[in-house]
């Protein structure tokens, strides 16, 4: 299979996800727009270089279900795979 191609706004967002960080963070460090934004955090879910996190009390725990529709509910954090993404665009 392909590798697939990791546009630069993914590739934006997708830097600043070293450490879990939330869906505002996010928006307000990259500048994007909310929809670009969730379009980008969609794409990179899907694909796998990064992971969602939902709250359980006062702590954050990774989740297999996320709410596409209220991606701002939810804490992202880039995988091994998307953490190789961003060494391999440095190089």
Same mark, same amino acid.
């Given at each position: 299979?392909?590798?697939?191609? !990791? =546009?630069?706004? %993914?590739?934006? $967002?997708?830097?600043?996800? !070293?450490?879990?960080? =939330?869906?505002?963070? $996010?928006?307000? %460090?990259?500048? &994007? ?10 794409? &990179?879910? =899907? ?23 209220? &991606? ?20």
């Amino acid at each position: 299979m392909a590798k697939r191609k !990791v =546009s630069t706004s %993914e590739q934006n $967002v997708l830097g600043r996800l !070293v450490f879990p960080e =939330s869906f505002e963070t $996010v928006l307000n %460090e990259t500048g &994007l727009q909310y929809g670009e934004l969730r379009d980008d955090l969609i794409n &990179l879910m =899907s694909f796998g270089y990064i992971e969602a996190y939902e709250k359980k009390g006062n702590k954050i725990a990774l989740t297999s279900f996320y709410d596409a529709d209220n &991606l701002q509910d939810f804490t992202f954090r880039a995988t091994k795979k998307g953490l190789s993404e961003i060494r391999g665009s440095r190089q």
